[in-house]
């Protein structure tokens, strides 16, 4: 370090690590539930680990966010929604060219045939009402890749 430099050495390596990392959009998870207390809910927990997060009510509102932006990197849904259930969405999501989506289904009240077409159509999870926080934060950042 030079008189003139205002930069420490460690400080000019931060610096230079962190101009050389990929330039990517932040992945956020879209969370569909048409119970909005609940949709809330799991957005505010995930927030709490630091997980940005997208809502909608039902599959139509989702399908819609799903088309306007690519920063969603998972989809969260519930089963039991009207007018369109979660295995509607998450059938136009696997034919469409966001087929590769990683998906994790919530359910307060899931039947064994609802699991099995869910687990049919490559959702990454299943998982029954109420949510172990600590579980689902885990298993979302690591399908965003912010686990280390």
């Given amino acids: 370090m030079s008189d003139h430099d205002i930069l420490s050495d460690d400080e000019r390596e931060a610096l230079s690590a962190v101009m050389l990392e990929a330039d990517l ?3 956020r998870v879209l969370i569909v539930d048409d119970d909005k207390d609940a949709r809330d ?3 505010e927990m995930l927030r709490l680990y630091g ?3 997208m809502t909608a009510a039902n599959g139509e ?3 819609a966010l799903l088309n306007a932006s690519s920063a ?3 989809l969260i849904t519930d089963l039991r929604m009207e007018p369109s ?3 509607d969405l998450i059938r136009k999501v696997r034919s469409s060219q966001r087929a ?3 998906i994790i289904v919530v359910s307060g009240d899931a039947e064994a045939p609802d699991v099995i077409d869910a687990m049919h159509l490559s959702v990454v999870d299943f998982m ?3 949510l172990d926080s600590n579980i689902l934060a885990k298993m979302v950042k690591r399908e965003l890749g912010l686990s280390r």
């Fill in 72 to 74: 969603i990197g998972l």
């Fill in 128 to 130: 029954l009402k109420p």
């Fill in 100 to 102: 590769a989506l990683p």
């Fill in 51 to 53: 997980i940005r997060c």
């Fill in 85 to 87: 259930d979660g295995l």
């Fill in 61 to 63: 509102e989702a399908w």
């Fill in 41 to 43: 809910l799991l957005a």
């Fill in 25 to 27: 959009p932040p992945q």
